[in-house]
């Protein structure tokens, strides 16, 4: 069972790793408005953590998840199945 403190680190340090412009990611930061990442960045990342939490994030679930603390939550739920 992964724990959810455990899931937002690891997954904080895999939006570090494609946060370009600096931004000061909390759980209520937006992945297009904020991060301003295009489709193809999405994707990338979308990989890694699929990679590092071996989960599968649907397209349906990309679609809602809008904000970080929405991932964390998703990929914290996927994790624990």
Known sequence: ??????????VFKLIDQFNKKG????????FA?????DSLTVLDFVAEVE?????????NQQAEIE???????????MANK
């Open 23 to 30: 931004v000061d990611v909390t759980e209520e930061t937006r």
């Open 51 to 59: 990679d590092e939490f071996d989960i599968l994030i649907t397209m």
């Open 67 to 77: 904000k970080v603390g929405q991932l964390v939550d998703a990929v914290h739920e």
């Open 33 to 37: 408005q904020d991060l301003e990442w």
């Open 1 to 10: 069972m992964t724990d959810r403190n455990d899931v937002k680190t690891s």
